[in-house]
């Protein structure tokens, strides 16, 4: 009887500790989010950073409990005019909210790996995103900067809105246009229209169209379809 008991409570200890074990596994897990995906293009503030070709790119994302504070390293690859074809980066930031609107406030540093020598091959971009829902209607409204880019692009504003339509759980399509300052570079409007699908819980296919006022462009600056798949976790 007392041996029946003892193995009755030891397997209920166990049970206990096993969930207690899960739980917390689950709880830190949930503070970890991970990304990667391959598209046909790599586009960045509307134009290209693989001179039209495709890219690949993986990126882990951990936040507080709250879902106020985040960091996120990422590595994606790239065509630098210095000989680069890795970026690294390094983005921090918190995500409050206030009258309906979310925001995302943040700052990234960024380096090509292996440029060639005396190339200035790192930066630093700070930005500001407001969002706002209502109903399947989306918005969003987004200003970057940097004091330094790479290469010899000096400082840089970028200003872009955004608009988007959710048909369905799955299908969402949005427009955006934006409009880039920068010294030692050229001055651009940039625009883009897409759809995303979410093939599963966890996959997104994605197809968009980009453009730019850049007359007689560089496959930097023209026009292309590009397509890719995302997966989150």
Request: hydrophobic share 40%; charged share 20%.
């Amino acid at each position: 009887m007392i041996l029946r008991t003892l193995t009755t409570v030891a397997i209920a200890a166990t049970a206990l500790f096993t969930c207690a074990t899960a739980a917390a596994a689950q709880e830190a897990a949930d503070n970890w989010s991970f990304a990667f995906g391959a598209y046909s293009d790599n586009r960045s503030k509307g134009v290209s950073k693989t001179n039209g070709d495709p890219y690949g790119y993986a990126d882990v994302e951990w936040q507080s409990d709250d879902g106020l504070f985040y960091v996120s390293p990422q590595l994606q690859s790239i065509d630098s005019s210095g000989g680069s074809n890795l970026e690294a980066q390094f983005a921090a930031g918190a995500r409050p909210e206030w009258a309906g609107f979310k925001f995302d406030l943040s700052a990234t540093y960024k380096i090509q790996v292996d440029s060639v020598e005396g190339y200035d091959d790192d930066t630093w971009e700070f930005g500001v995103d407001a969002k706002r829902a209502i109903g399947p209607a989306k918005t969003r409204l987004r200003f970057q900067y940097s004091p330094d880019s790479t290469g010899t692009t000096e400082q840089w504003t970028w200003v872009e809105g955004q608009v988007g339509w959710e048909f369905t759980d799955k299908l969402e399509v949005s427009a955006a246009l934006g409009y880039r300052d920068q010294e030692n570079s050229i001055d651009y409007t940039a625009y883009n229209i897409g759809a995303v699908y979410a093939l599963t819980d966890h996959m997104d296919a994605e197809v968009r169209w980009y453009g730019t006022d850049v007359d007689n462009p560089s496959p930097t600056y023209a026009d292309q379809l590009v397509a890719g798949i995302s997966f989150a976790f």
